[in-house]
């Protein structure tokens, strides 16, 4: 049913020919072809290896992988065949497990942001400047199809997957309905991002090396944790990714022990290192916790999160909505389990495995990277649950309107300080954290 899904996507996507990217229908010569062969042999045979169940779900892998062969012995573009790749690993319904293909480095800006909130697709943000606000795409507007496909929780992910990783599109087609009630119909046009080939980096030049390295440094910024300290005593971290130092942590967590609430903002928040997560769970607890069991192909094993000297013990709330992922929804599930706080926002995403990315190399002058990110281990709830494909309900659901999304209110946060006994209204809370697109 996925590789469905994700085939009726693609097909969506690339159905007219002014959708579909640079040279997708360009003849597919017998090299790339061999190419696309051999990326998919070594793709089936890391999955047989360390896919974490040697089972497979049932699936009968040899017979799938000889159709993606068969399939691609048919293909007309190098495009067109790993997407065969990519289809063939969505027959295990993994969140974590994917292909990441071989292609020039041509990510696209959009120039808007939209997520499931509830069951509605709406656009949260739009970059000032860009071709989405000048056709009139505002925040609260809801998403009633994007190149034909109708986007639902259950296939967004695999939507933003292809129109991001597998054929970045050089405009999407969309069907609006304002908060009024109005219905548009609009192309949006995307915008190349200016981003430097990661190939071999001892081959670059010192520009190269130098843009890369401005690159890097506008990714460390967005994903950067950020604190707020409001009167009554109550602290706000917000937390982009699991990626903060141990360090770094500590001095979040002293500066938390001065306030008698910890709201820990989660939402859109992808998950990230394990290490990060473990840390900052251990600085919640006066206990070491189990997170979940991590049931691999060779054992089941606990994984914990130690207690830290001096962890914080006042008020806790987290928040999240439907894009707070993985190691994100993992911390979310363990407040809840151990009764250690409130968690508040939308459902969850429900992605959450733990994986390994498989790296291999094609070509030669230059050489492209290719590779797949694999689940080893799936993580079982301490109540015996787990958490993929099923994500986190809050304790108290709460979701923002068009209306709130419109004006860049934020009523979670505001029902979060009213938790902790703090009177911030809802378009005070949306100015703490204002929106950071990437830079140009």
Known sequence: M???????????????GLLAPPGWFQHLSSL??????????????????????????GVDWDARVKEAKDKIAESTSLEAATLEIAALLETLNDSHTNFAPPRDPIPQEYGWRFQMVGDRCLVTHVQPKSDAEGKGLKPGDEVLTINGFTPMRESLT??????????????LRLDLRAPSGKISHVVVKAKVRQTTAIMDYGDMTGRDRWRVGLEREDELRLMRPQCKELSGGVMILRLPIFL???????????????HHTLIIDLRGNPGGAESSLQDLLGAMFEKDVKIADRVTRQATKPLMAKTKHKA???QLIVLVDSRSASAAELFARVVQIEKRGVVLGDRTSGSVMEARYYGHETGSNPVFHYGTS??????VMADGKSLEHS?????????????????????????????????????????LFPYEWPKD
């Open 2 to 16: 996925i590789h469905q899904v994700l085939i009726k996507i693609l097909g969506l996507i690339t159905t007219i």
């Open 32 to 57: 790339d072809r061999e190419r696309a062969q051999v990326m998919l042999q070594y793709v089936a045979s890391d999955v047989r290896k360390y896919y974490y169940d040697p089972k497979l779900h």
């Open 158 to 171: 695999k939507m933003e997957y292809a129109l991001n990783a597998l054929v970045p599109q050089s405009s």
């Open 244 to 258: 903060p130092t141990e360090t770094a942590l500590q001095d979040i967590i002293g500066k938390a022990r001065e």
């Open 312 to 314: 914080f013990t006042g």
């Open 374 to 379: 694999i689940s080893e281990a799936d993580l």
């Open 391 to 431: 994500g986190v309900t809050p304790d108290e659901t709460m979701l923002p309107s068009p209306t709130d999304l419109a004006n860049h209110f934020d009523p979670l946060l505001a029902r979060a300080a009213e938790i902790a006994g703090v009177n911030l209204s809802s378009e005070e809370a949306g100015k």
